[in-house]
């Protein structure tokens, strides 16, 4: 099947610190890709639907200055994580819909721990 | 979106069939049911899709009731490494049409 690529994998940084975590479709172009964020023992949230060369649209209650997304190529969509606190720790996980069929393909989610 | 109703976790016999049921009572004529899973730690994984028809592909069978308001994924033959939570979505087949997961079933298989 097709692949995504996300990095990095595990990042942690100091509380106000900005991150950025990668989300790449490795075989195939993504006009949509979406980011998702996980916490312990629960299902993904939904965060934003990410856009190949327009806004990104984001869910009710998720922040877009503290959650900034760039998808400025048909293979790569960014999430930055800007001014990180504790409670920002979560597994963020990216997808790529492939046009032709409408699957959805995860990335490998990147773990971010902010100290 | 749909929201669909699976059971929180199940048991099954490693070399037995896994059966997951799901309820998507409220899905619409366009919408497909999409079935991944994620093992700990690690992104979804698809599994299989369907519209109205039984699908099979080399990981698991997909069984829709004619209806479309119930599905039913089935691993014939169980291995430890199907542990998984298991989640099964709707959504209308057009790649900007959004994912929302609910909470899945979490399939124990025990040797």
């Known amino acids: 099947g097709a692949v995504v690529s996300q990095h990095p994998s595990r990042v942690i940084c100091k509380s106000g610190t900005s991150v950025k975590i990668e989300c790449r479709s490795l075989?195939?172009?993504?006009?949509?890709m979406f980011w998702y964020r996980q916490f312990p023992k629960q299902s993904l949230m939904l965060m934003a639907t990410?856009?190949?060369?327009?806004?990104?649209?984001?869910e009710q209650g998720v922040e877009k200055d503290k959650f900034l997304i760039n998808h400025a190529s048909l293979t790569l969509s960014t999430l930055t994580v800007t001014s990180a606190h504790p409670e920002d720790s979560s597994f963020y996980i990216c997808?790529?819909?492939?046009?032709?069929?409408?699957?959805?393909?995860f990335g490998e989610g990147s773990r971010l721990t902010v100290l | 979106d749909a929201k669909t109703t699976q059971p929180t976790s199940m048991d099954c016999a490693e070399g037995r069939a896994a059966n997951l049921p799901c309820n998507h009572s409220t899905i619409s004529g366009n919408e497909y049911v999409y079935w991944y899973r994620q093992i700990h730690s690690q992104g979804p994984q698809y599994i299989i899709h369907g519209l109205k028809n039984n699908e099979t592909n080399e990981m698991a069978s997909l069984i829709i009731t004619e209806d479309r308001k119930s599905s039913t994924l089935i691993l014939p033959h169980a291995t430890l490494r199907d542990t998984a939570v298991y989640y099964c979505?709707?959504?209308?087949?057009?790649?900007?049409?959004?994912?929302?997961f609910g909470s899945g079933t979490k399939l124990n298989v025990k040797p």
């Open positions: 075989d195939f172009q993504a006009t949509t």
């Open positions: 997808s790529a819909s492939f046009i032709e069929t409408g699957e959805l393909f």
């Open positions: 979505i709707v959504r209308g087949r057009y790649n900007f049409n959004k994912f929302y």
């Open positions: 990410s856009n190949e060369g327009s806004k990104a649209t984001y």
